[in-house]
């Protein structure tokens, strides 16, 4: 029978990059000269150091924009709330997303019930197995979860014919 999974899935590497990329030019750019700004990943967190909010504010534009140049969507990234540490510093946890969440996975799957496509879509995990006997309904499908959930950026893979 014809099958997909629909998962969350952020390329590591490349955002490692992009974190690394972030943290040369914070090195190197004059308005960060003297301040504690900084940014590093340690285990799917980014953590952003710096003087204020605005600050903060500008470590993540850096972020954001060395991610889009990767190819890598900025929503995989879980944004925290901004925090005081010793002294006059703030920092910053952003989570990078990695497979979906049980509220996310049952809103698919009842999308997938409440449409008129005949496919079915069960739960495994931290990703959602969508089956169907017509490889056009597994398209079909695949196009309606595109357009309905737009908050997290999904993919597809393991189509099985």
């Known amino acids: 029978m014809p099958s997909f999974d629909t998962v969350l899935e952020a390329d590591l590497v ?7 990329n972030s943290a040369k030019e914070i090195a190197t750019r004059f308005d960060f000269k003297g301040t504690p700004a900084s940014i590093e990943l340690k285990d799917k967190e980014i953590t952003s150091i710096g003087d204020s909010d605005f600050q903060i504010d500008q470590i993540n534009d850096i972020l954001r924009n060395k991610l889009s140049k990767a190819g890598v969507d900025a929503r ?14 703030v920092k910053q946890i952003s989570k990078v997303r990695n497979g979906i ?3 996310q996975s049952k809103k698919i799957q009842q999308l997938l019930k409440g449409s008129k496509i005949k496919v079915q879509g069960a739960i495994q995990g931290d990703a959602v197995r969508v089956t169907g006997a017509k490889r056009d309904d597994l398209q079909a499908a695949m196009a309606l979860i595109k357009a309905e959930i737009s908050e997290f950026p999904l ?4 189509f099985r014919d």
């Open 76 to 89: 995989f990234l879980d944004v925290g709330k901004v925090e005081k540490i010793g002294g006059d510093k």
């Open 101 to 103: 969440e049980i509220e």
């Open 155 to 158: 993919s597809f893979n393991n």
């Open 14 to 20: 490349k955002v490692k990059n992009a974190v690394e």
